[in-house]
């Protein structure tokens, strides 16, 4: 019995998924366990793989088509088994039968393809997508040479046609009902008068030799939605907040020997690998709570309201193969530095092998991001919207100071770089904060005993 296969919901603020990449084609054998396409969410990348053995016997959407949460995606089922009542409500039962283009991901290009027009406008059937992008780009489609499943009409055909300047259309001459007609205008264009429209004169070949062009050798790479994400994200964050960055140290010789001892008897006591990130993220967290610095703990939405959290909800940026992730330790306040530990450890994880929940990247108060690890010395670190600040944690080096005793003396700094979006926050309250933040963690005894 045929079966079909859903857009999966991965969390419960997700409405649709883009379909990033399919891994199996329509008549392929599938066994149970078997990855059926990757898609991706406005926040990670996930795997869908084959809950049963058969054969797919139809694909729904091409890569990179937004698809429903939900809805069905493909089918299998036995080899001739029919499954056109799967087809999504609205959908063409002949795009059951598509299968996305094999085209590679990344594609050298060394010359410039040359594709002949059809003398005649051909009555291929025409994806849904295809068709929309004819009509954006001005193409008949009429005049695309097919190169999908069936002798189907697909995207990438109408870009070639595009390309090779087949079948182009005036708004005009469409509106006129002119399509199907051999163009006269300009590079082929059909036009509502028809009649030839003067173009520039080429050089002669007799008064100048021909300059032959180097090849030119590149790769393109379609990017990751996350990517696209994460650019929108950054680029509004930058274009819509006042951010100013504050750069602080302190002296880290604490915090390091508490993590030493910790090392030395972890396996005794059952405890996690604290690691000296996860001791500064239980200072921020408990910092934060301070009434001092609420406004640091907050959300600013929509340029008007204040949003400010009762417990620190603690984002923690996370380096994938995908991009950056930023999932949320939520009311990091209330648990202790081996659940801190033991939970960040768990959110990477998840993130860096893409199963993380959707629900888990979001409604963060403050953000953390360490660059320390990568020797960075101080960086500027890009507010996440709508919150109000992020934290970067810098590496640690050896400075010098002079003692009480009027002696020079090496101890080892870290430094710590806090954006602030200036709409709200001013220069001295963010100042109040590292400085508060800095004596806790250079008292970092002290502090786990409140």
Not at 242 to 269: G, V, W
Not at 359 to 372: A, E, H, I, P, Y
Request: glycine letters at 8%.
């Amino acid at each position: 019995m045929a079966t079909p296969v859903i857009m999966p919901r991965q969390g419960q603020s997700v409405e649709s998924c883009i379909l990033a990449k399919w891994h199996k084609k329509v008549g392929d054998k599938v066994a149970v366990g078997d990855v059926l396409f990757s898609y991706e969410t406005d926040k990670a990348g996930f795997e869908e793989e084959a809950k049963v053995d058969g054969t797919l016997l139809g694909i729904f959407f091409e890569e990179g088509d937004d698809v429903p949460c939900l809805l069905n995606v493909c089918v299998i089922g036995a080899e001739g088994e029919s499954f056109k009542e799967f087809a999504p409500e609205g959908d063409a039962p002949a795009a059951a039968s598509e299968a996305p283009a094999a085209a590679e991901t990344a594609e050298v290009t060394v010359a410039e393809t040359v594709v002949a027009a059809p003398a005649e406008p051909n009555n291929a059937a025409i994806s849904p997508r295809a068709r929309n992008t004819a009509d954006k780009l001005g193409v008949d489609y009429r005049f695309a040479t097919p190169t999908g499943p069936d002798g189907r009409i697909i995207e990438r055909d109408i870009f070639s046609a595009r390309e090779a300047g087949i079948g182009l259309i005036t708004p005009a001459a469409k509106a006129a009902g002119l399509e199907g007609t051999p163009g006269a205008g300009i590079g082929g264009r059909m036009t509502t008068s028809g009649a030839p429209v003067e173009a520039p004169v080429a050089a002669s070949a007799a008064t100048a030799a021909p300059v032959v062009a180097p090849a030119t050798e590149y790769v393109e790479e379609k990017i990751p939605n996350i990517r696209k994400i994460i650019a929108k994200a950054m680029h509004t964050s930058l274009s819509t907040m006042a951010q100013l960055t504050y750069n602080s140290s302190f002296d880290a010789t604490a915090i390091m020997a508490y993590r030493k001892s910790i090392k030395e008897s972890m396996e005794r006591l059952g405890l996690e690998n604290i690691t000296l990130n996860d001791i500064v993220l239980y200072a921020v967290s408990r910092t934060l709570m301070m009434p001092a610095h609420r406004d640091l703990n907050a959300n600013f939405i929509n340029g008007d309201t204040m949003r400010y959290f009762t417990n620190v909800n603690l984002g923690v940026a996370v380096d994938t193969p995908r991009g950056l992730m930023v999932p949320t330790i939520f009311n990091a306040n209330l648990k202790s530095l081996n659940e801190i530990s033991g939970e960040v450890k768990e959110l990477a994880n998840l993130c860096k092998s893409g199963s993380i929940n959707p629900d888990l990247l979001r409604d963060g108060s403050f953000t953390v991001s360490n660059l320390g690890n990568l020797g960075i010395e101080s960086f500027t670190p890009v507010i996440n919207p709508p919150q109000t600040a992020i934290l970067g944690v810098d590496t640690i080096a050896p400075k010098v100071r002079q003692s009480k005793s009027g002696e020079i003396e090496v101890y080892q700094s870290m430094g710590l770089s806090l954006t602030c979006d200036h709409r709200v926050i001013d220069g001295s309250p963010a100042a109040r904060f590292l400085q508060d933040l800095s004596k806790n963690l250079e008292n970092f005894d002290v502090l786990l005993a409140k």
